[in-house]
């Protein structure tokens, strides 16, 4: 599975954005993203990477870090094989590189470490001024 993470950029303390990666396979088989965990996580210069959001396969259960909580809004959508993060409220400790994961998952269990997903983006870099 190959994701392509986009959408991040500069902006100001209290402005919004909106990431979105793109799930595709390498292979000609069509690829569907149902059975799939996904996740949202970023890492800032000098610190471990850390889990922002997380989604489930099938029924889209949520779940966020306590410090993106009411700030920040995760989805998917099925058809289009994406996975989005609303960011609002944008804080400068929000700026970090923001990657996107997924991982192919028997239960609607969400995944929030990073060492249990197999397949990452290249990264996104949301930089946040005060």
């Known amino acids: 599975v190959q994701l392509q993470a986009s959408g991040g950029g500069l902006v100001q303390a209290g402005d919004s954005l909106r990431l979105s990666c793109a799930a595709a396979?390498?292979?000609?088989?069509?690829?569907?993203?149902?059975?799939?965990?996904m996740g949202w996580f970023r890492q800032a210069p000098g610190k471990e990477r850390e889990f922002v959001a997380g989604?489930?396969?099938?029924?889209?259960?949520?779940q966020y870090a306590d410090s993106v909580k009411g700030r920040f809004t995760i989805s998917r959508d099925y058809a289009k094989n994406t996975v989005s993060l609303q960011m609002n409220s944008l804080k400068p400790e929000d700026t970090a590189v923001y990657y996107c994961?997924?991982?192919?998952?028997?239960?609607?269990?969400?995944?929030?470490?990073?060492?249990?997903?197999?397949?990452w983006g290249q990264g996104t870099l949301v930089t946040v001024s005060s």
């Open positions: 396979t390498s292979s000609r088989r069509t690829f569907n993203s149902n059975n799939y965990s």
């Open positions: 989604i489930s396969r099938s029924v889209s259960i949520t």
């Open positions: 994961a997924a991982s192919w998952s028997a239960t609607v269990k969400i995944i929030t470490t990073p060492d249990q997903y197999t397949n």
